[in-house]
C-alpha cells in the first residue's frame, strides 16, 4: 500500500505547492485569458495551471518509479503536449496546427509500444488482432480524448474535476480486473492526486485557468492510460468502458460536431451550446452546474465499473439504458438541435456572464 500511498502524496503536494508560482509565471509570460462574449468569466485570469499538473505528475513519476519504455513513451508525449499547450496559452495557435502538435505527441508513444494491438468483439468475444491499423487506431483515440477534455473546459474546475473522476474510475477498473496492471493503476492514481492538488486553486471561483496545457495534457494522459490499461484486457466489453469512462468529453463533441453540421458551420467554430452553457442558460449557477456535471461524470464512472463485473447481457441492457438516457437528456436541454440564432446566443452569453459575476 505504501508504493501506492507516496508517490499521490508527492503528486498532491507538488501540485499544490508549484500552481501558486506557475500563476505568478503566467502573468510574466502573457499566459493569460481574456473574456469575450463566448467566454463566461467577467475578468483577466492565468492560464498556463497545467504546467503545474503535469510536472507533479512526472516529478512524482520520476522519483518513485522505475523507468521503463512504457514510462517514458507517456512521459515525452506527455512533454511534447505540454510544449504545445504553452505554446498556445501565450501566443495562440490555429487549429489547424494544433491538431498536427496533437498527432505528433500521440504518434510518440507508438516507437515506446504504446498502442491499441486489438479490439473485442461485443457480440462473441472474438480478438480482433488489428497489426499495423493499431497505429491510427491509437493516434485517433489519443487525439479524441485529448479535444474532448480540452473543449469540456469551460467553467472553473469542470475539465480537472472531470478528469479526476475518470482518472479514479480508470484506476478502478484496472485494478480490479487484471492484477498484472498495478502500474497503470498506479499512474492513474498519481494523475488524480496531481489534479486534486491543482483543483485547489481552480475549483469556483479559480484563481488560475488549466489552459490548454492543462486541458489537453490531461486528455492525452487519460487516453494514453487508456490504451495502457483498459484496452488490454480481452473481455467482451472492454471495447466499451473506455468510452462511457470518458463519455461526458467524449458525447460532447460528438454533440457539437452534430450540431455545427446542422447549421452548417465550421466544426472547429467555437459556440455557447456546450453541456456546460446549456445548464447555465437553464438557470443553474456556476458552481451548480459543475457540480451538476461532477455528479454525471460519477454515474459514468459507476456504470463503467459495473460493465466489468456483470455479464453480457447484463451489460447491454445497461449500454442500452444509458444511451436512452443520454439522448433523450442531450434533447431535452438542446445540445444536440440547431444552435441558437446570433441575437439569441449573444444576449445567453451576456446572461451566463453575468450570473458568473455576481457569485
Known sequence: MINFIFPCLLALLISFVLTPTVRKLAFKIGAIDRPDCRKVHCKTMPRLGGLAVFLAFTGAVLFTQQLNNKLIGLLVGGLLI?????????????????LVGQIAAAAAVIPFGIQ??????????????????????TIFWIISVTNAVNLIDGLD?????????????????????????????????????????????????????????????????????????????????SVIVPMVILGLPLLDVLFAILRRYQSQRPIFQPDKEHLHHRLMALGLSHRQTVLAIYAVNLILGVSAFLLTVLTTSQAALLLFILAVVIIVTANKIGVIGKVAPT???SSVSQNLRQRSSKM
Open 82 to 98: 505540454v510544449l504545445l499547450g504553452i505554446l498556445d496559452d501565450t501566443r495562440g495557435l490555429p487549429a489547424k496546427v494544433k
Open 116 to 137: 491499441v494491438e486489438f479490439i473485442t468483439n461485443p457480440i462473441n468475444g472474438d480478438l480482433l488482432h488489428l497489426g499495423i491499423w493499431g497505429i491510427p487506431v
Open 157 to 237: 474546475g469542470l475539465a480537472g474535476g472531470t478528469s479526476f473522476i475518470a482518472a479514479l474510475t480508470m484506476a478502478a477498473i484496472i485494478w480490479q480486473q487484471d492484477g498484472t496492471g498495478m502500474e497503470v493503476t498506479l499512474l492513474a492514481l498519481v494523475l488524480a492526486a496531481s489534479i486534486l492538488g491543482f483543483l485547489r486553486y481552480n475549483f469556483f471561483p479559480a484563481k488560475i485557468f488549466l489552459g490548454d496545457t492543462g486541458s489537453m495534457f490531461l486528455g492525452y494522459a487519460l487516453g494514453t492510460l487508456a490504451v495502457m490499461g483498459v484496452t488490454k484486457t480481452a473481455t467482451a466489453i
Open 343 to 345: 441575437g439569441t446566443s
